[in-house]
């Protein structure tokens, strides 16, 4: 992984701003749950193509939960310095569900092409829903202990096999796998980005290793093409210069509020990637994609849900639309506990057949060769 020589609307539950112009700034009122917040008086801006990027609560007062058109520096606390420029029109977002709740995302990707130094970059974030796992840990843990709801109702249960939740539980064992295709479809790039690991070169002492270590690999194609990768916990960690707080995360609430000790803390659990354009050749990029979300531990029972992409939540501030969560869900839309069929049908359990893994009783099931089985993860 090579790198340039780069310097170094807080709400509550599922918020919306605009890739592209104008952002909803009205705070909200949600919690860990990862509910999505009623409509109130303002609209994200639809000019210049914009489409709405959801947000979840926690991201602090840097501006890292601004959207991914704001030009986030790799090196930075949460803002851009001006050294990316973000080509218009080319921000895209999607959101992923379980099959088990399809109106609460569990996790969303946005992506952009971006010029740096003269190079064309592709950007692509994945932010994680803060009741999957979030950066809350120690004997200041939010949520890891039971108590409130997870996304589509129900109670959240103790995590399995866990106590709470550790600095230590983050590092060294959580990443998130991208594949990347180029124009054609095919698949160019497929790659592990570490969470968090002990880095010596970093003031706090850990850092995120990219894809050259940690839990980081390439599985196709040339680390080369990775330009520069962080991670949430790195910037709260050292660009954001909170590197004390290895044993216990910032104190906050339900609602991630932020600590007046250290404002800037990101609470979430985001992944950030750079790319260089070149790598998709001729074609061009076509698309980034995620099948699956992981943390270990996570706050559900099971520590790796496949997920699937689907529109976002349409946004809650507009005056047309009635406030998020007032209407019953329509059907298929899910949210019942693991296990459940979205549309009342009988689902399979792992060992039977299945077209599509929808079918499957368990979001850590897969649909493979026309079998539920468990998701297998590469190493």
């Known amino acids: 992984m090579r790198s340039f020589s780069f310097t170094g609307c807080v709400g509550g539950g599922l918020l919306f701003l605009a890739v592209v112009g104008s952002a909803c700034t009205r705070p909200g009122t949600g919690d860990a749950s990862g509910g999505i917040v009623a409509g109130g008086e303002c609209a994200p801006s639809d000019e210049g193509g914009s489409v709405s990027a959801p947000t979840f609560p926690g991201s602090g007062l840097s501006g890292a939960g601004d959207p991914i058109t704001a030009a986030l520096d790799p090196l930075s606390c949460g803002g851009g310095n001006g050294r990316f420029t973000p080509v218009e029109e080319t921000a895209q977002i999607e959101c992923y569900y379980t099959d088990s709740d399809q109106t609460t995302p569990m996790a969303f990707v946005e992506r952009v092409v971006e010029i740096a130094e003269g190079e064309e970059l592709v950007h692509v974030r994945l932010t994680l829903n803060p009741a999957f796992v979030d950066n ?5 843990a939010i949520g890891w202990g039971g108590g409130g709801d997870q996304p589509g109702g129900g109670p959240k249960p103790k995590p399995k096999g866990h106590k709470g939740h550790t600095f230590k539980d983050l590092v060294g064992s959580d990443k998130a796998q991208f594949q990347m295709t180029d124009g054609t479809g095919e698949l160019v790039l497929d790659f592990f980005v570490d969470y968090i690991s002990a880095d010596e070169a970093k003031p706090s002492g850990y850092g995120s290793l990219g894809v050259v270590g940690g839990e980081g690999k390439m599985l196709l194609g040339d680390a080369s093409a990775i330009v520069a990768a962080t991670t949430s ?44 354009a070149s790598a998709f050749g001729a074609a061009g990029f076509g698309d980034a994609k995620i099948s699956y979300v992981h943390a270990s ?13 689907g529109p976002c939540p349409p946004p809650p501030c507009e005056d047309e639309d009635p406030p998020a969560g007032d209407d019953d869900p329509p059907a298929g839309s899910g949210g019942g506990d693991p296990g459940d069929e979205p549309d009342g049908g009988v689902c399979q359990e792992s060992g039977g057949e299945c077209a599509s893994d929808s079918d499957c009783c368990w979001a850590t099931d897969q649909c493979s060769n026309g079998v539920c089985e468990p998701l297998d993860i590469p190493r």
């Open 233 to 276: 916990l790195d910037r709260d960690l050292n660009a954001c210069g909170y590197g004390a707080y290895t044993v216990d995360s910032p104190a906050t609430d339900e609602n991630f509020t932020p600590n007046p000790e250290t404002p800037d803390w990101d609470y979430r659990v985001v992944y950030d990637v750079w790319v260089s």
């Open 136 to 140: 809350t840990y120690g004997e200041t």
């Open 297 to 309: 531990p996570s706050k559900y029972p099971s520590d790796t849900l496949t997920v699937t992409p």
